[in-house]
């Protein structure tokens, strides 16, 4: 009697458009037993509409139960290389300040010799241009310490978009630099790439800084060091 009651119920469950997960989640038949009982049975429209709805919920439901482990194990082995890479480079020594300070300026420093009236310029400065906070901090210890620029002589001047706090923008790079105010020069405010739709608005929520340095030896100095870092590089290829 118990066997029958229960086919019932599950009869009336499944004319309702019930699925077998659903009948056997409340009912506890396997679904063998419920493939064997439902074998011959034809559903109403209303019924069948049901378990399509519950198909394409499920199937939604499984693809994105599948999405979030893919990035959660994404997550987990961008944080596993992150850390084996860091963890390579330990200390920095003073040589390998020398090699990267010159491959930041060989990367994003004007390099080009400056004429007037077809003629070369005989002063030149060191001037680097960037909006990361760490290559810009690691550029300033450079200068002071493998170039032995004084601080007081080394220059800022912020690059900054009209809707860029220029006081909240300064303290930042303040902090960066851990150089004195004085070192600062007038900013320079430029159009918005948002405005002209190819910028996000907050992409560069401090702008970019330039750095640079008024002394024309120094200036050939760090050339001359970007060519023995390049002739060195073809040596070892």
Aim: proline share 3%.
């Amino acid at each position: 009697m118990r066997v029958r009651g229960e086919r019932d119920k599950a009869f009336q469950l499944r004319i309702l458009g019930y699925s077998y997960n659903e009948i056997r989640a409340k009912l506890g038949t396997p679904k063998s037993t419920l493939r064997t009982w439902f074998a011959d049975i034809v559903l109403s429209d209303k019924a069948n509409n049901r378990l399509k709805t519950r198909i394409r919920e499920g199937s939604y439901k499984g693809l994105l139960k599948r999405s979030k482990m893919q990035t959660h194990l994404a997550r987990q082995r961008a944080a596993k290389f992150r850390e084996e890479g860091e963890k390579r480079i330990s200390k920095l020594s003073s040589d390998d300040l020398l090699i990267i300070g010159t491959t930041l300026y060989w990367a994003e420093g004007y390099k080009r010799l400056q004429r007037r009236f077809g003629r070369e310029l005989t002063a030149h400065a060191i001037s680097f241009l960037n909006s990361d906070p760490e290559a810009i901090r690691i550029f300033v210890k450079f200068l002071t310490d493998i170039l032995q620029v004084p601080a007081q002589k080394i220059r800022l001047c912020m690059r900054l978009y009209p809707h860029i706090n220029e006081t909240e923008a300064k303290r930042y790079w303040l902090k960066i630099t851990d150089l004195s105010a004085d070192c600062f020069r007038k900013s320079t405010f430029l159009v918005t790439g948002a405005s002209k739709g190819k910028r996000p608005f907050n992409r560069l929520p401090y702008g970019t800084m330039q750095v640079y340095v008024n002394d024309t030896n120094k200036f050939h100095y760090l050339l001359g060091l970007i060519n023995g870092l390049i002739n060195g590089v073809k040596k070892d290829l």
